[in-house]
Structure formats: structure tokens, C-alpha cells
């Protein structure tokens, strides 16, 4: 409700204070001389103004729920962003350590290549037939017809 | 009198117009790491290769494969626990 937003809230409870002071000045307290020539306009402004005051009263009530609503919505989203933080160093360290242990295997077995295989290059002929191959596979090209 | 009682009803009636307060929540960004592409594998262009170098390159492009398949598996598992976290939010 904006009218609650802009109107200060003591000015509701007034509103309301009076309403219920009104009322109770109409309609119990009518033999006192002074209120007896003014019972009706008494009544009439008490009403509206308890009425008033009421629905006042309601929208203050229910803004302090959606207040509190968006305060508890605002903490879990600050609580998932931490988490959500958290999730993502872990990952990103995850990756870059196991990114680096591929790559130190991958040295290591062109090492053992080198150390192991190196001996069977003069007796192990690589066909060009394997080296096309490899590099349709490596590029995914299917191989053409009639080859 | 009457013009007066219809411009407090009206007022009276529009009070009762919401005003929202948004809670903005957003998906998390993706982490830079996450974002490098795949290299491409390698190809032999020399006509003439022993072995020992053809086995190399094969071996290159192994690895460059797992590296990739590591930086999907990330992938995955970052959406999964990303979404899993951005979900509990408007339980």
C-alpha cells in the first residue's frame, strides 16, 4: 500500500486511537452535556475514523509481513552467493590442478616414448596410409570415396 | 459534500495499490577457467615421420582431449551445484 509508505506511521495509530475514543465517546458516554449536543457528528466521524484507522492499521500490518518476507529473502540470497562462491573456487581449483596433472602425464609418457620406443624407429616404418589416417581422425573428416 | 465523500472514497480505495519490492536473485557467473575453449588436435604434415614422433603427436592429442573432457566434466558439475544452491533460494 503507498499511502503507507508516504503517511508516517504514528498518524495511523492516531487515526485509530482516535477512532476508538470517538466511538466510545458516541455512543457510551452521551449523558456528559457536552458530547450529548454533538452524539450524532461524534458518531459519524468516530465510525469513519475507526474504519479508517482499521484498514490503516491492516496495511501497516501486512506491509511489516512483506517486510519481513524480504528481509528473510534477502539473507538467502546473500547466503547463496557466499555459497555460490564457494562452489565456484572449488571447481576452478578442481580443474587447474587436474588440467595440470593431464599435462604432467602427458610429458611423462612422451618421456617414456623417447626412452622406450625411440629404439623401434629404424625397424618400425610409419605408413603415409597411417599418417592420413591420423589426421582425418584428428580433423574428422570422413575418408573419400575409393580411398 | 458529495464531490468532497467521492474524493476520500477514491483516495481510500486507491491506498489499498501494492508497491513491490523486488528481491533480485541472479544465476551465478561462470568462471573464466571454464570458459577456454578446446584446443584443436594435431595433425602430422611432415610425409616422412618415425614412429617414436608419430606415436607423440597421438599422445598430445590424448591429452588434449582429457584436458577437455576435464573442462566438461567442470562444466557439468558447476551447473549441477550452481543450480542446486540458485534453487534452495525459493524453496
Known sequence: MWIINWLPEFIVHLIFITGIVGTIAGFVLGFIPFISKYKLPIQIISILLLTLGVYLEGGIAEKNKWELRVKEMEVKVAEAQAKSAVVNTEIVEKVVTQTRTIKVQGEKIVQYIDREVKVYDNTCRVPDVAIQAHNMAAKNIAPQEGK | ?91
Do not use: R
Open chain 2, 1 to 91: 459534500m458529495m464531490k468532497k465523500l467521492l474524493l476520500f472514497c477514491t483516495v481510500l480505495l486507491i491506498s489499498g495499490c501494492s508497491t513491490t519490492v523486488p528481491v533480485k536473485q541472479k544465476f551465478p557467473e561462470a568462471p573464466k577457467v571454464l570458459l577456454e575453449k578446446c584446443e584443436p588436435l594435431e595433425t602430422i604434415d611432415k610425409p616422412n615421420i618415425v614412429f617414436s614422433e608419430f606415436l607423440k603427436v597421438v599422445t598430445n592429442n590424448y591429452t588434449k582431449y582429457h584436458t577437455c573432457s576435464n573442462l566438461i566434466n567442470a562444466w557439468q558439475e558447476w551447473y549441477t551445484e550452481q543450480k542446486k544452491i540458485f534453487d534452495e533460494v525459493n524453496k
